[in-house]
């Protein structure tokens, strides 16, 4: 349970510091973490897009040092073909630079 509701804080945190991340691609709308399961569901909305597109990540890693933290997300799944294409080519097992509060949260 309090996994759960940590999960949910945390993933209301993290949307928002997503959101300034995507903000020239489009916005996003959802973002659940389950850190049980290493899971990540986000849902996002792109500039031009008609609908909005699904991206689940299957499993991320954070670590840390004393001075950065970073995720690396793996087996990262999205419905349209070229968007995956992205995701395999500049998002899957590239570390991303994360605020520490984040980092701490995940």
């Known amino acids: 349970m309090l996994?759960?509701?940590k999960d949910r804080?945390?993933?209301h945190a993290a949307r928002h510091f997503a959101?300034?991340?995507i903000r020239r691609y489009?916005?996003?709308?959802s973002l659940r973490i389950d850190s049980r399961a290493q899971r990540i569901e986000l849902v996002c909305l792109l500039h031009g897009e008609a609908q909005p597109l699904a991206v689940q990540v299957g499993n991320y890693r954070i670590e840390s040092d004393t001075a950065?933290?970073?995720i690396t997300l793996r087996d990262c799944v999205c419905e349209r073909p070229w968007i995956q294409?992205?995701?395999?080519d500049f998002v899957h097992d590239t570390?991303?630079?994360l605020p520490r509060w984040v980092a701490s949260a995940i």
Do not use: Q
């Open 95 to 97: 570390p991303l630079r």
């Open 26 to 29: 489009g916005v996003l709308e």
């Open 19 to 21: 959101n300034n991340l």
């Open 85 to 88: 294409a992205l995701l395999i």
């Open 3 to 5: 996994s759960s509701l």
């Open 9 to 11: 804080v945390t993933s």
């Open 68 to 70: 950065e933290s970073f």
